[in-house]
Each structure stands twice: as C-alpha cells, then as structure tokens.
C-alpha cells in the first residue's frame, strides 16, 4: 500500500457483488453473486485475492484438496484480517478520529 490520496470509489457495482467480497473479506469465503459482479468489485476496490478466489470457484477449484496449495477458508480470513490491519494503520477508511484522554481512536464516520 502506498501513501498519498486514494481515488474515490465508484460505487456503480451490483449490491450483491458486494456483499459477495465483504463474505470473504471477514469470512474467508466467497459470498454468492455472479462471477462478473464480484470481478467488478474486486477491480474497484483493487482486491486481487478477490480475483483470484473467483477464478478458483469458476475452475471448480475452491474446496482444498490434500495436495492442493488453495488456502483453506481460516487461511484466507486470517490473511484478509491481516491486510485489514494494515490499512486500519494506513489509515485508509479512517475518516474520523477521537481523542480522549491521550488515547485516540480512529474510525469511519456515519
């Protein structure tokens, strides 16, 4: 991740598709939506284990096999968590900030 202002987000994506990544992002797992959607917001959000978890569900690929290397579902949730980690310290959705006795708190807005 690098620093600098990010590009607003284009929301013109179907609700599913997104609901589809945010499953995977705190599941580890896909959530249904057509193939094409999640696609589409994987490129928005710039997510390309997103694009890679639906390529393997296209090809059929996405249940792990004893000589597979496909992630396991507890693989892929504790990568996802540690690439939330990374832009909670990046700062990235944090659009707000609270400060209360020399401790600080940072969070999205309502």
């Known amino acids: 991740m690098g620093g600098g202002p990010r590009p607003p987000l284009?929301?013109?994506v179907a609700p599913g598709a997104w609901e589809?990544?945010?499953?995977?992002?705190?599941?580890?797992?896909l959530g249904p939506a057509p193939?094409?959607?999640v696609l589409?917001?994987?490129e928005v959000l710039g997510a390309p284990r997103v694009k890679v978890a639906v390529q393997r569900k296209s090809q059929g690929t996405e249940n792990?096999?004893?000589n597979d290397k496909?992630?396991?579902q507890a693989e892929e949730l504790r990568e996802n968590?540690?690439?939330i980690e990374l832009l909670y310290r990046e700062g990235v959705g944090c659009d707000l900030e609270l400060e209360a006795g020399g401790c600080r708190l940072?969070?999205?807005g309502l």
Not at 20 to 29: H, I
């Open 106 to 108: 940072r969070g999205e």
């Open 70 to 72: 496909t992630p396991s």
């Open 20 to 29: 589809a990544v945010l499953t995977f992002a705190y599941e580890g797992v």
């Open 40 to 42: 589409a917001a994987a």
């Open 35 to 37: 193939r094409g959607d």
């Open 81 to 83: 968590l540690c690439s």
């Open 64 to 66: 792990r096999g004893e």
């Open 10 to 12: 284009t929301l013109d």
